[in-house]
């Protein structure tokens, strides 16, 4: 067989066998995305607001954990104080944060004086502290739908103390289990006895106009 016609006779094989495998390539990728963004999903912990829980060593060696998320009705769940959750940032929508939920709804708050946010070289104030000072001075009560939530490193976290109870709908997630490192895989370190500061007062669930109003005055400068 001359060479030309054994060239196109092995490029229309190939390309057969690309458009024969193609559907399965396509549904196998769309199973893929869909379990990612609907079921589980793994991610990184970068940055230390989370320490010693998470990432513990991230400060000075850069080491993060992995950890699995159930994904699934996210934004329906039920959620207790002590979870973690990886949820969108009211304040950065870009931004995928994860803390710690310290009240759900109905609760009333009392913020911890230790995570006023200050710079950490001269104490000075920062815009976050505004919404700080904001809620400390009426014990706030977590709205319908909202969780109030923290990181473990009260130095290092941006959270409900800056940026009010967050909307269960902007959750993606809770977390499962840590996968990475192999020391620490299948642990659940955020069920070792962690205790927040903030003082927690349960409450029944009421609609609170003036909760959302100031959220929004906060969150908009």
């Keep these: 067989m001359p060479i030309a016609a054994y060239t196109s006779s092995l490029a229309r094989n190939i390309t057969r066998r690309i458009f024969a495998s193609l ?3 396509l549904f196998t990728t769309s199973g893929v995305i869909f379990i990612n963004d609907n079921v589980i999903e793994t991610s990184w ?10 990432s ?3 400060e000075t060696t850069r080491k993060r954990d992995l950890v699995l998320w159930n994904k699934w009705s996210a934004n329906t769940a039920r959620y207790e104080p002590g979870d973690v959750i990886l949820f969108r940032s009211p304040h950065d929508p870009e931004t995928v944060a994860v803390k710690r939920v310290i009240g759900t709804e109905g609760d009333s708050i009392t913020l911890d004086p230790r995570r006023r946010p200050s710079r950490r070289r001269d104490a000075a104030d920062l815009p976050e502290s505004r919404g700080w ?10 709205p319908d739908g909202h969780l109030w939530v923290e990181g473990d490193f009260w130095r290092r976290s941006r959270d409900s103390n800056w940026y009010g109870p967050i909307s269960k ?20 370190p955020w069920e070792d006895g962690y205790t927040s500061k ?6 029944v669930i ?16």
């Design 198 to 203: 903030t003082k927690v007062k349960p409450g």
């Design 169 to 188: 709908s902007l959750v993606q997630g809770k977390a499962v289990a840590v996968v990475w490192p192999l020391s620490r895989f299948g642990t659940r």
């Design 45 to 54: 912990i970068t940055g230390g607001s989370m320490s010693p829980t998470l």
């Design 133 to 142: 000072d904001a809620w400390a001075g009426r014990v706030p009560t977590v």
């Design 56 to 58: 513990p060593d991230y």
């Design 206 to 221: 009421e609609k609170e106009e003036d909760t959302a109003g100031l959220v929004k005055a906060i969150r908009h400068g």
């Design 23 to 25: 559907p399965l390539v």
